[in-house]
């Protein structure tokens, strides 16, 4: 467990300083605790920047990441753990911020009728819908950003996230081969964020209408889908295979 999650917290990028968990360990376990610990710190400082007011993971969440969490991989590109995990819903999201948290000893924000166990919660638009979510915002734990969360960590200035020639910090249409990317190839941005442009599209909380926000453009986007400005709505149920996310949490 301690692999995993140090292999997690190595994606994990600050917009305020990334914080860990800690635990006691038995007599005769404290070396290994100490040596895991160390490799937890050592990850946490080599992808931590300073920027805001949560934590943002550095790169969308990996195959490898979601099936070390969640058991699971719904990719249509399945058998690549360091592409972003693709095919997931809003709902999807949400379950793996919550079974993360547990993991990292952190307090679920996401509950649904009541409950903060996402193993019990069902399929999300079958079993429950939007209506039965519930945000705790004081949660310490992993949860999606809002649209001006992602916007803060995105929006350096130019009219991609990192740059204004495209092919310098995204996967898109011209340049994907079809399918998504290994995470973290094209030039981060400002912020120390890889794929924010293009790659997958990234799951935000926020609502409009009848369809949640997903940021950023993807692997089959166009140069203008792919501008930090531009939204595209979709049923929570629906992500297909160019929807993934990035978790954040609380910095204080």
Known sequence: MATAV??????CVSLAGCGGSSGSSKAGGESKASEAKSVETTAKKDSEVKVGSVYVMKTEVTQG???AVTGANPSKFAGNDDWPVER???YDALAFCNLLSEKEGLKPCYSVNGSTNAGKWGEGGKDYKDKDVELN???NGWRLPTVEEWLAAADDGHLYSGGDNIDD???YVKNSDD???KIGTKAANANGLYDMTGNVYEWCWDKEGSGHVRLGGSWSS???QCAVSVSKLSSGSRGGDITGFRP???AN
């Open 248 to 250: 954040v949490r609380n």
């Open 222 to 224: 166009s140069t203008d």
């Open 6 to 11: 140090a292999a997690l917290m190595v994606a």
């Open 137 to 139: 915002e004081k949660a």
């Open 179 to 181: 399918h998504p990317q």
């Open 88 to 90: 997931v819903s809003w």
């Open 65 to 67: 990441q979601y099936k």
């Open 169 to 171: 910090v995204a996967w």
